[in-house]
């Protein structure tokens, strides 16, 4: 039996083992294993149905073969013949398949995310940018039919934002949009440039998967919670009520901000998931820095103050550093259009995971 179809039957077992598991009534009354269960089951069916085609074509590849040896018959020998070339022309390709399939997935690719976009290096520019990415963004959450909902801000100076945080919800999103963490420089004349100078500025974007009660268990008595007046756009009734919410996580001084919403108990709900994701977040980098010993990663550093990508509006392109991969249609970019850049980031991911395999 070849490596691949020992990988595989051994995938079957546990497959039918937590099959078995799922429907125990000691598991069902376990809801944090419960959950953990049913997402190895899914993940699993997958790489099983897969497991039975190949299967069945080389049984049907070694029936054909034996049946060469021994038949006599020139028309069952052409037959097998023609049986045999073509199940060995599909063996490459779905072995391909198999090998991507096998590849250890992130558990937390299939999460909703958060996002952070925050101004850097460049004053207003810079701010000028966050709202420009906000913007690229959201029209690409809405190409994905993704909702999403802004948790907190801050205007910039003059123009823009300082800071804008959203909550993005639906299947799979962190595992589209992980590769957008780091630093994004921009490379343009600003509004304010008389000369036409090309300054560059630099946003970092943050983005967290968000993380379930069953994930993080948060401890609020280790919690400090501010009320205070929001800011900024809402009109009378946002100004008038403390409704916005401030929460630090006093053994690690980590802090989350909602004002977004009107009603303080909406903006708390928020806030308890925002913080409740950035400390799981803090737990995955803790042992991502510990697998990473072993794999280093070049597409997902984990270092949000790496430089991940440059938007050079002169020359119309963007380029990201971590695959070298430059691509000429920023106005379309800029307008959602991001699709081909993060399936090359991903791409580049497998690959590399699949080197990591293979050594």
């Not at 077992?13 to 419960?34: H, N």
């Amino acid at each position: 039996m070849n490596d691949l179809l020992q990988k595989l039957e051994a995938i079957n077992v546990r497959f039918q083992e937590v099959g078995k598991l799922i429907v125990d009534p000691d598991i069902i009354a376990d809801m944090k294993r419960y959950v953990k269960l049913n997402k190895e089951y899914k993940d699993l069916e997958e790489i099983v149905a897969v497991y039975k085609e190949y299967k069945s074509l080389i049984e049907n590849l070694e029936s054909s073969r034996k049946l060469l040896e021994t038949e006599e018959d020139p028309e069952m020998r052409e037959m097998a013949k023609e049986e045999i070339d073509n199940l060995s022309e599909a063996r490459p390709e779905m072995e391909e398949k198999i090998k991507f399939l096998l590849i250890p997935k992130d558990s937390e690719d299939e999460k909703s995310a958060i996002m952070e976009l925050r101004a850097g290096t460049g004053g207003d520019e810079a701010c000028i940018f966050v709202e420009d990415c906000f913007r690229m963004y959201t029209m690409f959450f809405k190409e994905k039919g993704w909702s999403y909902e802004v948790m907190n801000s801050t205007e910039g100076g003059t123009k823009g934002y300082k800071e804008i945080v959203m909550n993005i919800e639906g299947p799979a999103i962190y595992g589209e949009l992980k590769f957008e963490s780091g630093v994004h420089r921009v490379q343009r004349v600003p509004e304010t440039e008389s000369q036409g100078r090309v300054h560059t500025s630099a946003i970092t974007v943050a983005v967290l998967p968000e993380a379930e009660e069953v994930d993080f268990e948060l401890d609020m008595s280790e919690v400090r919670r501010d009320t205070y007046r929001a800011s900024g756009a809402g009109g009378q009734h946002v100004n008038k009520t403390e409704s916005a919410i401030r929460l630090t996580h006093i053994p690690t001084g980590v802090v989350a901000e909602c004002q977004d919403g009107r009603s303080q108990h909406k903006n708390l709900e928020k806030a308890t998931s925002m913080l409740r994701s950035k400390l799981y977040q803090i737990e995955l980098e803790k042992a991502e820095s510990a697998r990473a010993e072993h794999r280093k990663s070049l597409v997902s550093t984990g270092d949000r103050s790496a430089k991940i990508r440059t938007y050079n509006y002169p020359q119309g392109r963007i380029t990201d550093h971590r695959i070298n991969k430059t691509m000429y249609n920023l106005s379309s970019f800029m307008n959602g259009d991001i699709q081909e850049m993060i399936d090359a980031l991903k791409m580049a991911e497998n690959a590399e995971k699949l080197k990591g395999e293979e050594v």
